[in-house]
């Protein structure tokens, strides 16, 4: 059995997710600038702050497992918003942004934990890069997880079993 070349993704369906990321980023860092670490374990896992980047860190689980398809913004992106766009311009290999999504899994992990451990910015510098990287996704088009999956192919440390698509 051959392996074959994962289906492209439309190239604006990562900056849609990027948006709704970066919404849900920066309502994070906004709160957890505002209100105050909770100096119980309890309290800090029911905070609004965690719960919020508990979300982002479900969005980022079902993407980095289930691939780009099965992320939720995405599935929103294809039944709502991709039919009124009409043909996209480009395709794109979805293994990077994929990756991109894995990295989010990861800071938001980071951030989750810190927080639950009492560590007063560790979700506050979790959620500023989630910011930064949905930010520079959604409104430049750069994404950051996608470029360090790409050197690190070029680098030989990730195989693709299929050559990427141009």
């Not at 929103?76 to 990756?99: M, T």
């Not at 938001?108 to 639950?116: F, K």
């Not at 520079?136 to 750069?142: I, K, N, R």
Request: with cysteine.
């Amino acid at each position: 059995m051959t392996d074959t070349a994962p289906k492209p993704i439309d190239s604006r369906g990562p900056r849609w997710v990027g948006g709704v990321t970066f919404v849900l980023a920066v309502a994070t860092l906004l709160i957890a600038l505002l209100i105050p670490l909770e100096d119980t374990l309890l309290g800090r896992i029911l905070s609004p702050e965690f719960l919020v980047l508990l979300v982002l860190w479900v969005l980022f689980t079902v993407g980095t497992v289930g691939g780009n398809r099965a992320h939720p913004v995405a599935i929103l992106f294809r039944l709502l918003v991709q039919p009124r766009l009409g043909k996209p311009a480009e395709l794109e290999d979805p293994r990077p942004p994929r990756f991109a999504l894995g990295i989010g899994f990861a800071l938001t992990t980071i951030g989750l934990v810190l927080h639950a451990s009492g560590v007063l910015y560790g979700l506050v510098v979790a959620a500023a890069l989630v910011v930064i990287a949905s930010f520079l996704q959604a409104f430049a088009g750069y994404c950051l997880g996608c470029q360090v999956y790409l050197l690190l192919v070029r680098g030989g440390l990730i195989r693709p079993k299929t050559p990427l698509l141009a």
